[in-house]
Every structure is written in C-alpha cells, then in structure tokens.
C-alpha cells in the first residue's frame, strides 16, 4: 500500500540553525500538508500546497517556516532559524485531489521527532 | 471551522464492541464528519468519513445521528492495537484539518 514517508524520523539541532524536514508525498496525490504536534498536545496544522504554491497557512507559519516541492517527488518543510519552541512532532500529509475537499482524506507519514537544544 | 466535544479517555475490554461519541453541534450543511486515529508515536491515520448516512468500512462503522449534531465511532471488536487517541473532526470545503484533543482509547486484555 503506498505511503507517505519522511526523514530523518529523528532530527537534533542547535537552536538558531536551519533545519529541513523531508517527505515523500504519496505519488498521484496533489495536495500536500504540514502538521506539527508538540508533546502532549494537539496536532497543529500549519500549511497546505497546492499546485506548487501555499493554498492556506496558519498563524503559526510565520516567515521563519517556508515550504517547497523541489522536484516531482519531495514536498519539504524549512524552519530557518530555529527555537526551543520548535521542538515537536512534525507530520507532513498528502491526498489526492477531489472535487469537494471536504470529503477529501488525508494520509500521514510516520513523523520526524525534532529537538532543539 | 466547526467544533467538535469528545470525551477525553474510555476504556474497553478486548473483543467487546466500544462506541466512541462526538459531539458537532454547529456542523453545517455540506461539512463531513471524519475520524483519525493515532497510535502511539505514529501519525495520525485516517479511519472513516461520513455526511449524512451511516457508513461501514473495514475500520469501523460511524453512525450519524438524524440532526448531524453528533455521531459515534463504533469498534465492533476492539483488539489491543485499537488503543489509540480517536479524533473526530469536522471538514468544510477548505483545505485544514482542525484537531482537538481526541479520545484516549485504553483496551484492557
């Protein structure tokens, strides 16, 4: 069954560095997602990507978050200085697209754990 | 976006049926009723959407009440990788998935 994959599942860094976070959205699927869920907490949407642009983005994506699909296959997520605050679980998402995005469903990957020390 | 109220745990026992509640009073007309679930240090994964009619899957089942101001997810059988947090969400016609807090789901061997 295909999935959505991500790496590293594991990313450690020191707080003010860039980090970037890897998925491999789901092949025939066009709409891809960024969730992030600090421990304990709820999961947070923070973007979504639709035909090589930003279609929505939430107030926690500020400009130190950008996103990009930089070839047909990879759909990344850059913080590019980042704080203690970052810390959590990041999960990117895909799905196909339907014509009512309501019933639209959309699969996960695994996650990338990142720490900011 | 509307919002939904679960409770925050139930607790079953294995091989028995478990209906998990959701409460959406402010649904609007055209906005599906989802639910995820998310296993321990796993992503979220989907497992049934519905409108308006009661749906079956290989998942699960979810009944939708009449008036659409609340459904319930139900396990027929819950097996011990059935524990998990059980979301239930609400879903316009836009992009975002909006989450709360989910139903921590404990199965007892």
């Known amino acids: 069954e295909p999935e959505v994959t991500q790496t590293p599942s594991h990313q450690v860094t020191q707080m003010g560095q860039e980090v970037i976070l890897r998925c491999v959205p789901i092949?025939?699927?066009?709409?891809f997602y960024w969730y992030r869920q600090i421990l304990g907490q709820k999961v947070e949407f923070l973007v979504s990507?639709?035909?090589?642009?930003?279609?929505?983005k939430s107030e926690i994506f500020d400009d130190q978050f950008s996103v990009e699909r930089p070839d047909g296959s990879n759909f990344t997520l850059k913080i590019r200085s980042t704080k203690l605050e970052d810390s959590a679980m990041y999960f990117c998402?895909?799905?196909?697209?339907?014509?009512?995005?309501?019933?639209?469903?959309?699969?996960f990957g695994a996650g990338t754990r990142l720490s900011v020390l | 976006d509307a919002k939904t109220t679960q409770p925050n745990s139930m607790e079953s026992n294995e091989e028995e049926p478990v209906h998990l509640p959701c409460n959406h009073s402010?649904?609007?007309?055209?906005?599906?009723i989802h639910w995820y679930r998310q296993l321990p240090s796993q992503g979220p994964e989907y497992v049934i959407h519905?409108?308006?009619?009661?749906v079956n899957n290989r998942m699960a089942s979810l009944a939708i009440a009449e008036d659409r101001k609340s459904s319930t997810l139900i396990l027929h059988r819950a097996t011990l990788r059935d524990a998990a947090v059980y979301y239930c969400?609400?879903?316009?016609?836009?992009?975002?998935?909006?989450w709360g807090l989910g139903t921590s789901l404990a199965v007892n061997p």
């Open positions: 998402a895909s799905s196909r697209l339907a014509g009512d995005l309501a019933k639209n469903i959309q699969y």
């Open positions: 092949s025939n699927h066009l709409y």
């Open positions: 990507f639709y035909n090589n642009e930003i279609s929505e």
């Open positions: 402010t649904i609007s007309g055209t906005d599906y």
């Open positions: 519905g409108l308006t009619s009661n």
């Open positions: 969400l609400i879903r316009g016609n836009n992009r975002k998935l909006i």
